[in-house]
Structures are given as structure tokens and as C-alpha cells.
């Protein structure tokens, strides 16, 4: 059983920056890729950005590339995710993931977090 726990989000003006952070609460995820997706208001959940087991690599979707970083410290248990340039259009809940497998694969993830809010407004 793993249980993921997302902190960091909240209100902040468009062009400003948040930190997310996802924590394993209960088991680990140090030998997984992990994967962050966000969810606007009537719209589906989709992928943001994923990270492998070791770092070494990376995905972002489009909207976020340039923007978003995604990092790791397995030492912490806790995967990260640096949002700058913040943009109204980012505001949803954003979720983290665990996926199955160390590298990133195609099939959905097999543990999820509750979220955390992010909302850009001014």
C-alpha cells in the first residue's frame, strides 16, 4: 500500500511561481517513475509532467514546458514540482501519481494523492 500526500499549492497572481511537493506517506517511491496531472472545473484530468526513478529523466506536457520543473530526492521520499510564470489557465487540482515501473511508461499510474489546489487569479 503507498499513500501519497501533496502539499503546496494555493492562491497565487498570474506570472508568480508555487513549489509543489508529493511525499510518500505510507510505503515508498524511490524505485518508481512518478507523474503529476492536474484537473481544471469541467474539464478532464490531464498529464502535467513526469519524472523516472533516478532523475535522470523527464516529461512535461506542452502547456508546461519552459515552465514547470519536475525533480525528486529519494532520499525525502518527495517529488517536486517548480511552477513559474504562473497563467490563469494553470488553475486546477493537481494531483501526483505513482506509476508501476521505474522508467515512465504509457499505462496510467497505480497510486494517487487527494491534491492540491492551485488557483492564479489576480
Known amino acids: 500500500q503507498v499513500q501519497l500526500v501533496e502539499s503546496g499549492g494555493g492562491l497565487v497572481q498570474p506570472g508568480g511561481s508555487l513549489r509543489l511537493s508529493c511525499v510518500a506517506s505510507v510505503g515508498t517511491f524511490s524505485s518508481n517513475a512518478v507523474g503529476w496531472f492536474r484537473q481544471a472545473p469541467g474539464k478532464e484530468r490531464e498529464f502535467v509532467s513526469a519524472i523516472s526513478r533516478g532523475g535522470g529523466m523527464t516529461e512535461y506536457a506542452d502547456p508546461v514546458k519552459g515552465r514547470f520543473t519536475v525533480s525528486r530526492d529519494n532520499a525525502k521520499n518527495t517529488v517536486y514540482l517548480q511552477m513559474n510564470s504562473l497563467k490563469p489557465e494553470d488553475t486546477a487540482l493537481y494531483y501526483c501519481?505513482?506509476?508501476?515501473?521505474?522508467?515512465?511508461?504509457?499505462?496510467?499510474?497505480?497510486?494517487w494523492g487527494q491534491g492540491t489546489q492551485v488557483t492564479v487569479s489576480s
Open positions: 501519481a505513482r506509476y508501476a515501473t521505474g522508467l515512465i511508461p504509457r499505462s496510467p499510474p497505480d497510486y
